[in-house]
């Protein structure tokens, strides 16, 4: 079993920052793709940013230029920093594991249990 424990959401005002951090640990796991998703009230979850081994990172429209992931592979970590946040920012954010084999047949992998973000003033 692999467990994803998530920490650094938080409150912040509109403009300001804060980075994300998860760690994988568990069984000898392989990992393909690490990232970030998030979900809103009433809205589905969605990817945010993500890692994928040999490509590099992605992310969603909304958060270029504005939100920068990065992997410490050897510490099977990865972090989200998130600068000038926006109030539409906020949301529970996930962060999601998965092997090769996952991705490619369909299965999300693991993921954790979710920090809440909250921008406000």
């Known amino acids: 079993q692999v467990q994803l424990v998530e920490s650094g959401g938080g409150l912040v005002q509109p403009g300001g920052s804060l980075r994300l951090s998860c760690a994988a640990s568990g069984s000898r796991f392989s990992i393909y793709i690490m990232g970030w998703y998030r979900q809103a009230p009433g809205t589905q979850r969605e990817l945010v940013a993500r890692f994928t081994s040999g490509r590099g990172a992605d992310y969603a429209d909304s958060v270029k230029g504005r939100f920068t992931i990065s992997r410490d592979t050897a510490e099977n970590t990865v972090y989200l920093q998130m600068n000038s946040l926006k109030p539409e920012d906020t949301a529970v954010y996930y962060c999601?594991?998965?092997?090769?084999?996952?991705?490619?047949?369909?299965?999300?992998?693991?993921w954790g249990q979710g920090t809440q973000v909250t921008v406000s003033s």
């Open positions: 999601n594991a998965a092997s090769r084999s996952d991705y490619y047949g369909g299965r999300s992998g693991y």
